[in-house]
Structure formats: C-alpha cells, structure tokens
C-alpha cells in the first residue's frame, strides 16, 4: 500500500499511469464495441469513433476544470460534505480561499487534459481513414 501511495504521489509515475490507463481503456472500448458487433470496416469506423468522441469531451471538461469554471461546484460539494458530518475539520474558509489553494496546484498540472486530447483525436483519425476505406470500397 505505501509503494502504491508512492507513485501515485510521484507526478512522473503519476503522468505515466494516466497515460498509460487511458490507453488501456480507450482501447477496451474499441474492442468492446468492435466484438459485439458484425466486424466489418463499418463497425470498425464506428468502434474507433465512440471512443475518440468520449475521449475528447472528458479532454474539454478536464481542461475547463483545470481553468477553474467548475470551482464553485466543487467546494458547495465539499462543503455540503463537511457540514454533514460531526467534528469535521474546515478545509477551506469560503470559495475565495479554495480558489487560491487549487490554483498553486493546477500551475503544477497545466497539462492534464493532453492525454484525453491525443488519444481522441488518434481515434478520431484512425475513425476518418476507416470511412474512407469504407466509402471506397463501394
């Protein structure tokens, strides 16, 4: 357990586990939806598509979450949190605060929507040459 909250804390390890898991699950998606459907190039375009749409709509929310437009949302939600529970410490005095506490953090992360954005647009592209293989079959 220590080893794992090791690299989870090194943002070297951290970097590559993210790249490495959304990789991974991009990839589960295509086979997913490619096997359970009839195989053909047209399956193949649609199952590199979904993907690379998904990936790309988590790489915009990632990066406006990282500009801070959801950072009301997130301390109305632990705050909510807190208040429910009994002898909880106080994180953060008001919104103000917590701004200025997640901002030392996202100058660190300024980046962590790339691997969203790479992995939907390979999909995406990958998704554009399989209809094109597709129409010129016909």
Known sequence: MH?????LKDP???KILRWVFFGIASISAFLAIFFTSDRSILSACNATFIPGCVMLCLGFFSFFNNCGSFDFAEYGFISGINSMR??????YEDLIDYKAKKKATRKENRLVF???????????IASLVLY???????
């Open 3 to 7: 080893l794992i909250k090791l690299i």
């Open 12 to 14: 070297i390890y951290s």
């Open 86 to 91: 009994k002898g909880s410490p106080i994180e």
């Open 114 to 124: 790339l691997p969203y954005a790479v992995y939907g647009d390979l999909f995406l």
């Open 132 to 138: 094109f293989l597709y129409k010129a079959s016909f």
